[in-house]
């Protein structure tokens, strides 16, 4: 653990602008303090703490009109541009479910909040910036030269706070419980339960009841139900996609905030370990040397069963995941079928 001792709110600002085109999260990385904290320091020199007030800010937003949407983790970050429209509040679980803005938000999760505003030559660049209790970036709203400035400073002034000091009170972040003890059993149990899904969403549950992280469940299901492919296959599959031009389903989340695309991709970029989605509303940033496992995973739904790619970092929490696009009531896509199933499997499959 860094046992650095924490600079000042001064000096973190010295040192931000001594390095102006250095990302926020790289800085606050260097500095040895959360991306909060940096961001907090400029609290009055561009910067104003907002309450994270999510029901609020969803409803604000929409009248703000089209803006991009950020959500990231470590290894992937996925930006939208559309409107936060088709809004639906909710303490423990809030949405949007707009055609280009799909979020599926947890509240109580969200511990900080900012509106920034950025100098860049003649423009000022400004965004909405919420952070976790550890100070980690859980989701972003940055303003476009479409978005309605009037609506935007009024959704700010509403949500302004009271307290405006240059430093935040860090606190710690639940994880997720400990796994249960794995034993023959568990594995019956697991199989049973999976054979009897009838809607993907039933299977969070089913991990809950049986205390297994998503990663356990899956390397122990069998290969019926999930099968191990080469770390390459997430990029074999964008390509792929591209090619045949078929929609597909691509989320990216963190404790706060899942954010999904629906449609097709289309300019596909390799760079360095990144591969990129560069296309008009949708960009996504994958770092490809951070998925340690990737997996075909196959879910009964009473529309017969569904095909997810799932990619895992070293620290066996989920990266990405992709569906073919559907609705319920629909069966999966053929041609996602079809690519899900091609992909390229791990030479040594372990025996289930």
Same mark, same amino acid.
Request: charged share 30%; aromatic share 10%.
């Given at each position: 653990m860094d046992q650095r001792v924490k600079p000042a709110p001064h000096e973190i600002r010295r040192t931000r602008a001594e390095n102006p085109k250095m990302r926020e999260r790289d800085l606050a990385a260097q500095l040895g303090i959360?991306?909060?904290?940096l961001v907090a320091a400029h609290c009055g020199e561009g910067v104003t703490r907002v309450e994270p007030r999510v029901n609020d800010l969803l409803t604000g937003l929409e009248p703000v009109g089209e803006v991009m949407a950020l959500t990231r983790n470590e290894s992937a970050v996925h930006e939208k541009i559309g409107v936060y429209d088709k809004v639906v509040t909710g303490e423990h679980t809030a949405m949007a479910l707009g055609e280009n803005i799909d979020l599926r938000i947890f509240p109580k999760v969200w511990a900080h909040g900012f509106a920034v505003e950025k100098r860049d030559g003649d423009e000022i660049r400004r965004?909405?910036?919420?952070?976790?209790?550890?100070?980690d970036a859980v989701h972003k709203v940055h303003l476009r030269p479409a978005s309605n400035l009037y609506a935007y400073q009024k959704l700010v002034d509403q949500l302004v706070s009271s307290n405006q000091e240059p430093t935040v009170a860090l606190g710690t972040v639940s994880e997720d419980d400990a796994p249960?003890?794995?034993?023959?059993?568990?594995?019956?149990?697991?199989?049973? %339960?999976w054979s009897k899904l009838t809607d993907v969403h039933q299977f969070f549950g089913m991990l809950r009841t049986l205390k297994l992280s998503r990663q356990q469940a899956v390397q122990m299901i069998g290969q019926d139900y999930a099968w191990k492919l080469d770390p390459s296959a997430?990029?074999?599959?964008?390509?792929g996609a591209a090619e045949?031009?078929?929609?597909?389903?691509?989320?990216?989340?963190? %404790?706060g905030c899942i954010q999904i695309h629906s449609g097709p991709v289309k300019s596909i970029t390799p760079m360095g370990p990144w591969i990129n989605v560069l296309d008009?509303?949708?960009?996504l940033h994958l770092r490809t040397d951070h998925i340690a496992e990737a997996w075909a995973v196959r879910k009964p739904t009473k529309d017969g069963h569904v095909t997810s790619l799932e990619a895992y970092g070293a620290d066996g929490k989920m990266i990405i995941q992709f569906f073919g696009k559907r609705?319920?009531?629909?069966?999966?896509?053929?041609?996602?079928?079809?690519l899900a199933e091609s992909l390229p499997r791990l030479a040594e499959q372990s025996a289930a």
């Open positions: 959360s991306e909060a904290e965004s909405l910036q919420f952070f976790d209790a550890a100070g249960g003890e794995l034993t023959p059993q568990t594995v019956e149990d697991l199989r049973d %339960r997430v990029t074999t599959m964008f390509h045949s031009g078929q929609p597909i389903m691509c989320f990216v989340g963190n %404790r008009e509303t949708f960009h609705h319920e009531g629909e069966v999966e896509r053929a041609d996602w079928r079809s």
